[in-house]
């Protein structure tokens, strides 16, 4: 014998009163959950410049360091480690600015900057206030 089967075409749920309640939260919650994501992108970009700042200010303070290395070679060195990481618009200053008036053990500072308006990897979905981001290394001057 053949069992036959019959489909009952009212067979679905009944519709509630709590069918639109997802979608509401989701307009709710979604333009929270872009702005904190799109933040989260921001500042990992600008802690990506300060990073690549911080290590171009090294270079330059460990060439600084060195007994017969000139402003040039800094200049030169810290130019070269930004072209690297696309970071062309920085501006560089050394102090003291002639490195063969400091003696042997002083202080020579080398520090970098940069407007993050200027780098073009950084998104620019949320205007950060930022006017510049700033890195700095101190080093002591060795001896001959």
Do not use: C
Request: positive net charge; proline residues 6%.
């Amino acid at each position: 014998m053949v069992k036959k089967v019959y489909f009952n075409r009212h067979s679905r749920k009944p519709h509630s009163s709590r069918d639109g309640v997802a979608a509401v939260e989701f307009a709710l919650i979604s333009p929270v959950m872009f702005l904190i994501t799109f933040g989260m992108i921001e500042v990992g970009s600008v802690m990506m410049i300060k990073n690549s700042l911080t290590q171009a200010s090294r270079i330059g303070a460990r060439v600084a360091s060195l007994p017969l290395s000139t402003s040039d070679d800094v200049y030169a060195n810290v130019r070269n480690e930004l072209q690297v990481m696309g970071l062309e618009h920085a501006s560089i200053a050394i102090h003291p600015e002639v490195l063969a008036l400091i003696p042997p053990g002083g202080n020579v500072t080398v520090s970098v900057s940069v407007d993050p308006s200027t780098v073009n990897w950084v998104p620019k979905f949320l205007k950060l206030p930022l006017s510049a981001v700033v890195a700095e290394t101190t080093m002591r001057r060795e001896s001959t």
